[in-house]
């Protein structure tokens, strides 16, 4: 009688324990995969976005149905997006119209049971729907294995690295990854014997799944992640057999990092994403600035600010075109050109357009200008539109002086000419001139202009034109110019070295 109590207790907790031995698959699945409906339609709506997608519903293999979406654009590459946990697709449509502004095509689908997918998250559930949806949008949308990009975000580390290790891929981008489901139990159910039989599969290891992938890897973690500890990523990254990269973000946790960090980071996402290899492997980024370092003892080699910019977009302030490099939009035309100013400045022209910026910033640059010389800034040329320049280079100009139709700074509506003349030797050897070039060359930085084209063909690709001024950011400008390179150098050292 007196141990009554203890005997039922006891075959209580061996039930209970035989239950969760036989149901370990499901439940660790569902600790990780818990499912909420949501509608894209809904949160989109909500956060007043303009999100123009297209919906996919699919049945599964196991008639199930699969709910997408995928986000056209016309480059060749495609990234699969596999999703975090805390919610469905739709709550992770920041980081999906991210990767769309780098100019991909996007698709993504929602885990079973999760938004309007049906089914329930179990592993086989799961390697069906993602070899279904990509199976579909493979067809559909013609889409090459070499020119499949994959990115995951947290607990997308499971079914993604599932997915790779059957499928062939080009790239791969991991964005706070774990080592293991496994791991991650441990971790969060504490290192006890029920514990231990809920994750007994180990199902997912990707430490051990990575060692067999040779395409290059971005991995991207916060040092100060309580969810996924900083020591898992290390792991993969150590496992990963292809060329890797990892970034980490000083004092940053899990959620949300691409909102927070992707406009920093834009400039390694493009180049990862459309370049083979880097000259670094380590990037720490502390406080928005970022720093490259070593792959020996991780010392810090250079630190470059203004890595992250958009070089390619056409309407990006930093937009790069050179003799080899044209607009992607061959008659691109700046949505926000103004007339420029009569203050301080003479439009030898008239009625001159530059964008609303680089005009503002001119006003300035040429108030001070006034000030030193009591002289306007004589604006020789501004914006030139793809047709005009098309009509300087029919008139006969060649290309080292006059840029070819389409390959113009002018067109980026960003440059100006300051006061005429038809060579350097020209213009240097008039007194006034010159004065006014040193000048410029002390101060237009501040104001965020920089001399393109001061160090030659070899160099810039057109011969030196001291009268030529193109607003890049003052920031930017001011790096320049403290670096004592131009835009090209930049470009072709920091932007397109491999
Ligand atoms: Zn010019």
Same mark, same amino acid.
């Given at each position: 009688m007196k141990y009554k109590k203890t005997i039922l207790f006891f075959l209580l907790f061996v039930m209970?324990?035989?239950?969760?031995?036989?149901?370990?698959?499901?439940?660790?699945?569902?600790?990780?995969?818990?499912?909420?409906?949501?509608? &894209?339609?809904?949160?989109?709506?909500?956060?007043?976005?303009?999100? =123009? +997608?297209?919906?996919? @519903?699919?049945? $599964?293999?196991?008639?199930?149905?699969?709910?997408?979406?995928?986000?056209?654009?016309?480059?060749?590459?495609?990234?699969f997006y596999f999703h975090g946990n805390g919610g469905p697709l739709p709550y992770f449509y920041s980081e999906i119209k991210y990767i769309h502004s780098l100019w991909y095509s996007v698709f993504a689908y929602?885990?079973?049971?999760?938004?309007?997918?049906?089914?329930?998250?179990?592993?086989?559930?799961?390697?069906e729907f993602s070899k279904d949806f990509f199976e579909f949008i493979k067809r559909?949308?013609?889409?090459?294995?070499?020119?499949?990009? &994959?990115?995951?975000?947290?607990?997308?580390?499971?079914?993604?690295? =599932? +997915?790779?290790?059957? @499928?062939?891929? $080009?790239?791969i981008v991991l964005v706070s990854p774990f080592s293991s489901r496994y791991d991650m139990g441990k971790r969060w159910f504490f290192n006890i014997p029920p514990q231990k039989l809920f994750f007994m599969g180990n199902s997912y290891v990707t430490s051990e799944i990575v060692k067999n992938f040779s395409k290059p890897a971005l991995i991207l973690h916060g040092n100060n992640d309580f969810i996924v500890?900083?020591?898992?990523?290390?792991?993969?990254?150590?496992?990963?057999?292809?060329?890797?990269?990892?970034?980490?973000?000083?004092?940053?946790?899990?959620n949300w990092i691409i909102d927070e960090y992707g406009g920093t980071l834009?400039?390694?996402?493009?180049?990862?994403?459309?370049?083979?290899?880097?000259?670094?492997?380590?990037?720490?980024?502390?406080?928005?600035?970022?720093k490259l370092l070593d792959q020996e003892n991780q010392k810090e080699e250079q630190e470059v600010l203004f890595f992250?910019?958009?070089?390619?977009?056409?309407?990006?302030?930093?937009?790069?075109?050179?003799?080899?490099?044209?607009?992607?939009?061959?008659?691109?035309?700046?949505?926000?050109?103004?007339?420029?100013?009569?203050?301080?400045?003479?439009?030898?022209?008239?009625?001159q357009v530059l964008r609303e910026e680089a005009k503002i910033q001119l006003g300035l640059l040429a108030k001070e200008f006034f000030r030193e010389f009591w002289v306007p800034l004589k604006i020789i040329s501004a914006y030139r539109s793809y047709a005009y320049q098309l009509g300087i280079k029919s008139g006969g100009c060649n290309d080292v002086f006059c840029a070819k139709a389409w390959y113009s700074e002018h067109q980026t509506g960003l440059a100006?000419?300051?006061?005429?003349?038809?060579?350097?030797?020209?213009?240097?050897?008039?007194?006034?001139?010159?004065?006014?070039?040193?000048?410029?060359?002390?101060?237009?930085?501040?104001?965020?202009?920089h001399n393109s084209y001061q160090k030659g063909k070899e160099i810039d690709g057109y011969e030196i034109e001291p009268w030529h001024w193109r607003y890049l950011w003052v920031d930017f400008a001011h790096y320049l110019k403290e670096k004592n390179i131009t835009f090209s150098e930049f470009y072709t050292h920091y932007i397109l070295k491999k």
């Open positions: 209970v324990y035989v239950f969760f031995f036989f149901q370990a698959e499901r439940i660790q699945m569902l600790s990780t995969f818990p499912w909420i409906e949501a509608n &894209i339609q809904d949160v989109v709506w909500y956060q007043k976005e303009n999100f =123009d +997608f297209e919906e996919i @519903n699919i049945l $599964s293999t196991s008639w199930e149905t699969i709910n997408g979406l995928y986000l056209s654009w016309t480059k060749n590459e495609s990234v929602d885990y079973p049971g999760y938004g309007k997918s049906t089914g329930v998250p179990e592993i086989e559930k799961v390697s559909e949308k013609n889409i090459r294995n070499e020119d499949l990009i &994959i990115w995951w975000y947290s607990v997308g580390t499971a079914v993604a690295s =599932d +997915f790779a290790s059957k @499928n062939d891929f $080009s790239k500890p900083f020591s898992q990523w290390k792991q993969v990254f150590e496992n990963y057999a292809g060329e890797k990269i990892f970034i980490e973000i000083d004092g940053f946790w899990h834009k400039g390694i996402f493009s180049k990862f994403l459309s370049w083979e290899s880097f000259d670094f492997q380590y990037v720490f980024l502390d406080d928005q600035k970022i992250s910019q958009d070089f390619e977009n056409d309407t990006s302030f930093t937009k790069y075109v050179s003799r080899e490099k044209s607009f992607e939009v061959l008659n691109y035309e700046p949505q926000d050109l103004v007339m420029i100013s009569w203050e301080n400045i003479s439009d030898t022209k008239g009625g100006v000419d300051i006061f005429e003349a038809s060579n350097q030797n020209d213009f240097l050897e008039n007194p006034d001139f010159k004065k006014y070039f040193t000048w410029m060359q002390e101060h237009a930085d501040t104001y965020g202009f």
